[in-house]
DNA sequence: AATGCGGGGAT
DNA sequence: ATCCCAGCATT
């Protein structure tokens, strides 16, 4: 293609965008109106970083209350670091929550609570790559900012039909999404495409109908949407098993805090036989006595493997001596504890199975 | 360049 | 069941 016919293509794309999102923008708890005044840097870092990989309907909850717990950077730096990650549990990826409460503590102690503003410095802070820091720049600062999110990369793939294979081709795609952002409003731009990305141009069933770029669209033209963009194959994932331990003690359950870092690193959990570092179903109870074992309790799905969990109930009656990090719940209360959600499910299997 | 890292919603 | 989502850090 022409260059001359590439940049009337490309003007048209970014000016059909901009119009359409001045009426039809999503309303969310982050973001100020389109043209309005900048958002706090605050909020736009922490809705950028819990909005990774997790769709917006599962973090408008999860941003709410840390906002009112926690209303600036400066509050949630003198939070315990353990707080933080119990009010993280159930959003998944819990580096993000590690990494949040670390970027907390950098921005207020060395930066003076103030955010930097430039997509080079936002780069350097904890848990926050390219999309990121490029998304913060754009949004909460006004820069002209390539912002690229997995909405951006299917919307422009299919505009240019681009069809060199992900991670490859996602040099192409910041190429053409660098030629369709403009110089001006550059965040709105970016929350415009991730919106069209996320309710009309949509991985499966586009609604081209309704499209403000269906005329400049080359997927579009050529029929077959879908195809882009081109991804590779995916792994198959294996089961592996796992066991829990219950050991419940007047009305409160044994917890353990689990290693720093791996799977579901820092969180609480109940005690179990090392299922994340291999030992799958076979380990010896953590204390001697009877135990009653429930097979198959729970199913789990992870990103690279599926988990099916076992429970083994102590039945013995003797007072039981803590050690470690192990921690007495009680169970009127397991709700605050934190758990993610292959726990929760565990718990709430026993708690329903007495009843 | 590959891999590890959650969970839930849509299809 | 499978795919996918406002990706990042590590190797």
Redesign the pocket.
Known sequence: MAVDSFSAKARKISANIGAHYVDNA?I?P??SSPGGNLPDPYHVWL???M?????????KSYFEKFTRRWPTVQDLARAEEADVLAAW????????AR?LYKCALYVTEKMDGIFPQKESEL?L?????????A?IAAIAFGERAVVV???I??LVARLFAIDTPL??GKAEIRSAMDAITPDHAAGDFA?AC??L??TIC????PKCGICPVQKQCAAFAGGEMERY?V???????PVRRARFFWIEQQDRILLATRPP?????G?RGLPDDGW?AGNDGHATPPIAGEWQVHDNIVQ??????SLQVDLAVYQDGKMVTNKGDNIWWPLDNIAEAGL??????AVDWKLKEEK
């Not at 991804?231 to 994932?237: E, L, M, R």
């Open positions: 999503r969310l982050w973001r809705s950028e970083v909005l990774q990989q997790t769709t917006v309907g599962a973090v549990a159930g959003l998944g990826y819990y580096a993000r990494n780069l802070l904890p848990g926050v790559g390219a999309y990121t820091a998304a999110d997995a909405n990369e299917r991670p490859k929350q991730m919106d990305g996320a949509t991985s499966k069933g963009p991804k590779p194959p995916k792994k198959a994932k870092k791996g799977m579901l690193g969180m994340a789990h799905s992870f990103t690279h493997f993610p959600t292959l726990y929760a499910k």
